[in-house]
């Protein structure tokens, strides 16, 4: 199949991704041709091989495929536009969490009060920053220290800034800091790109104490403030459209196959030298890298006979490497606060997204930022007695609780079994309660207090600790930010499946680069901190 034209169309309902880099650029209507140069494969494979066309698999294909001697295939299971024709649900900056045609359909296992939650996830080229809230804010420095902390090498606060730099094309900030040239659009949200409610939002959280914060990603992104976003005038710009533009998806060297879904990967002699497709087809590859998500990059490597052995010998899997493979899930539990607004004096609804109070509860450490508050024209404004409806939405962004990802068979068509853990520990709990209360106290004074008619979610008569502890499940949601199903980590670290390269322990030729590779979920949107990650794996991967 190698070199082979891609003309499929047709959503055929597969769930799994697969990319594949160092063969010929074969997309929808493009010509396949061949580059020559040194070739790892034998002339049926690829030099590279990545699995997953989402944020990091693009970002990995955009940049490997920049040397012409390298073949690149990149494998994605959904559908593959053309940069200017997406869809309006991966295209509208209105629309959030896609539609049935472009998503996964995955749903969590039922948690902590019993409530299972949906966990969309992107299955189309671009992957999730197709139908994310396309907010463009980096991990902060604490994230890098408390990776290094633990043990982590090469991925402190300054090792990894030129990554980001290196992606980003910005008009703000300071050039020590920011990329003017990137491949990836970030626009810094100005006062008056913003809804009233919202500069309503900023101006109570100033008069609660908070300080007005200009840039996100700058040194100090303690406070309040206008959003970073990666989006032009209403539409998102997933990686589908900026990392592989019509350039990039002509190189010659560079093929994608859509709508392809992938089994597993073969291993001889403790190494990965092919991919297997769900319809038996091998593709060999000098490398292959899964870049297809948390839970997309886990169940492959757990169909692979890598993951937890005693889980794969229950489902008759041959142990390859007995690895803990998504045994150390994390996503930021979310509570949506409501609230019913004066319809004339709340102005209109848009942007959907667009300021942050980005804060800290009673048990952050020094270094922590663990509580977002997003001003959000979310809800059904017939749900409100006045006609009128925001929400301010909290999160915890440093949870504690682990969750876990398993099989649920041999299927690659099958949706893994995927258990949150949201709130399961009291310690995220209480984090979650104060940040209810800092929405409160900013609601209580300053210009939102005039655009506020009555609070609906969680309600005036929850006020004690217990009885709002016991609310929690009425609104509860997932920030959508899975990470850490196969963490890096240092030699001897129990929990790393992979090494500070993204190299899969003990089996040569395979690395993991996307948001499971994450030792734990860092304190803000991960889609930022998944391209860095991916441009900095590739990077090594060049030296």
């Known amino acids: 199949m190698t070199g082979q034209r891609d003309n499929t169309l047709v959503d055929k309902g597969r769930r799994?991704?697969?990319?594949?880099?160092g063969a010929v650029g074969a997309v929808v209507g493009l010509e396949p041709k061949f580059a020559l140069g040194k070739t790892l494969a034998g002339v049926n494979g690829y030099d590279v091989v990545i699995v997953?066309?989402?944020?990091?698999?693009?970002?990995?294909?955009?940049?490997?495929?920049?040397?012409?001697?390298?073949?690149?295939?990149?494998?994605?299971?959904?559908?593959?536009?053309?940069p200017e024709e997406y869809p309006d649900p991966v295209r509208l900056q209105t629309i959030i969490g896609g539609d049935p045609a472009h998503d996964w359909g995955f749903t969590s296992e039922p948690g902590w009060a019993g409530k299972a939650i949906p966990v969309p996830r992107g299955k189309v080229l671009g992957g999730s920053s197709a139908i994310n809230g396309a907010v463009a804010m980096r991990a902060h420095a604490g994230d890098f220290r408390r990776w290094a902390e633990a043990g982590l090498p090469n991925w402190s606060h300054d090792e990894v800034v030129p990554f980001y730099k290196l992606m980003e094309r910005t008009s703000h900030g300071s050039d020590a800091l920011h990329g003017r040239s990137g491949p990836w659009p970030i626009h810094q949200l100005q006062w008056d790109e913003i809804s009233d409610m919202q500069r309503a939002?900023?101006?109570?959280?100033?008069?609660?104490?908070?300080?007005?914060?200009?840039?996100?990603?700058?040194?100090?992104?303690?406070?309040?403030g206008p959003y970073p976003m990666n989006t032009r005038i209403g539409n998102r710009l997933n990686t589908g459209m900026t990392y592989l533009g019509r350039g990039v998806r002509a190189r010659p060297n560079l093929t994608i196959?859509?709508?392809t879904l992938v089994d597993r990967l073969e291993i001889q002699d403790n190494r990965a030298p092919a991919v297997v497709l769900a319809g038996g087809e091998r593709i060999e590859a000098g490398e292959v890298v899964l870049a297809a998500g948390t839970y997309g990059s886990a169940a492959l490597l757990m169909r692979s006979g890598i993951g937890p052995a005693k889980d794969l010998s229950a489902l008759d899997i041959p142990v390859v490497a007995d690895l803990p493979v998504g045994t150390r899930l994390q996503d930021h539990p979310f509570f949506f606060t409501t609230w019913a607004a004066h319809p004339e004096r709340l102005g209109l609804p848009i942007p959907p997204v667009g300021a942050l109070l980005w804060g800290k509860s009673s048990l952050a450490r020094p270094d922590d930022l663990d509580t977002h508050v997003t001003a959000v024209h979310y809800g059904d404004p017939k749900s409100s007695p006045t006609g009128g409806i925001f929400m301010l939405a909290v999160a915890n962004t440093r949870p504690q609780a682990r969750g876990s990802v398993r099989l649920r068979d041999r299927n690659p068509a099958s949706a893994p079994a995927i258990a949150l853990n949201l709130l399961g520990e009291a310690e995220d709990?209480?984090?979650?309660?104060?940040?209810?209360?800092?929405?409160?106290?900013?609601?209580?004074?300053?210009?939102?207090?005039?655009?506020?008619?009555?609070?609906?979610?969680?309600?005036?008569?929850?006020?004690?600790?217990?009885?709002?502890?016991?609310?929690?499940?009425?609104?509860?949601?997932?920030y959508h930010h899975p990470t850490s199903t196969a963490p890096m980590g240092a030699d001897g670290d129990p929990h790393a499946v992979v090494d500070w390269q993204g190299r899969v322990k003990g089996v040569g030729g395979l690395r993991v680069a996307d948001a499971s590779i994450f030792p734990d979920v860092p304190s803000v949107a991960t889609n930022p901190t998944v391209i860095m990650a991916a441009e900095r794996i590739a990077a090594w991967m060049m030296a």
Do not use: H, W
């Not at 799994?16 to 880099?21: D, E, R």
């Not at 990603?217 to 303690?222: A, I, K, L, T, V």
């Not at 940040?435 to 005036?460: H, N, W, Y």
């Open 257 to 259: 196959r859509s709508e």
């Open 429 to 478: 709990r209480q984090r979650l309660m104060d940040g209810i209360e800092i929405v409160r106290r900013i609601v209580s004074d300053g210009p939102l207090k005039e655009i506020v008619a009555d609070e609906m979610v969680p309600g005036p008569s929850i006020r004690d600790r217990a009885a709002l502890e016991s609310a929690l499940p009425m609104a509860l949601d997932t």
């Open 201 to 224: 939002f900023i101006g109570s959280a100033e008069a609660a104490g908070y300080k007005r914060v200009t840039d996100f990603n700058g040194d100090d992104p303690f406070g309040v």
């Open 52 to 82: 997953g066309g989402g944020s990091a698999g693009a970002a990995l294909a955009y940049r490997l495929s920049g040397d012409p001697a390298r073949r690149v295939l990149l494998i994605e299971a959904g559908k593959a536009y053309q």
């Open 16 to 21: 799994n991704f697969v990319i594949a880099s």
